[in-house]
Nanobody, 117 residues
C-alpha cells in the first residue's frame, strides 16, 4: 500500500554532518506522520524524530538540538539533517510512515550511518 525508499547515509567523521531522505509512493494520501528510527545490533529500534502532516515534530532527547526533521507534503518526502554527529549515532536508520485513520505503519529498508572517531 505504501512504499518507502531511502537515500543518503554513509560514513562521516565525528563532528560532521550528514543528511538522509525518504520518499513515499503508493497510497500516499493516507499518510499522516512520518519519521526516522534507528537500530544497532542487540538493541531495540528507537525513535529518532517524527513529524506530522501539520508540521509538529518530536525528537529523541539524545539528538535534540543536533538533528532536524522536515517534510515536503507535495512530494511526500521526509528529510533528516544530522549535525554534530557522534560515534554513538552509528546505526541503521529506518524511515517510517503512519496512515490514517487505521494508524497502520510502513517501513523503509534502512540505510547505514557510520560515524568514525
Amino acid at each position: 500500500q505504501v512504499q518507502l525508499v531511502e537515500s543518503g547515509g554513509g560514513l562521516v567523521q565525528a563532528g560532521g554532518s550528514l543528511s538522509v531522505s525518504c520518499t513515499a509512493s503508493g497510497n500516499i494520501f493516507r499518510i499522516d506522520g512520518m519519521g526516522w528510527y534507528r537500530q544497532t545490533p542487540g538493541k531495540q529500534r528507537e525513535l529518532v524524530a517524527i513529524i506530522t502532516r501539520s508540521g509538529e515534530t518530536n525528537y529523541a532527547e539524545s539528538v535534540k538540538g543536533r538533528f532536524t526533521i522536515s517534510r515536503d507534503n507535495a512530494k511526500i518526502t521526509v528529510y533528516l539533517q544530522m549535525n554534530s554527529l557522534k560515534p554513538e549515532d552509528t546505526a541503521v536508520y529506518y524511515c517510517n510512515a503512519q496512515l490514517f485513520p487505521s494508524r497502520r505503519e510502513y517501513w523503509g529498508q534502512g540505510t547505514q550511518v557510520t560515524v568514525s572517531s
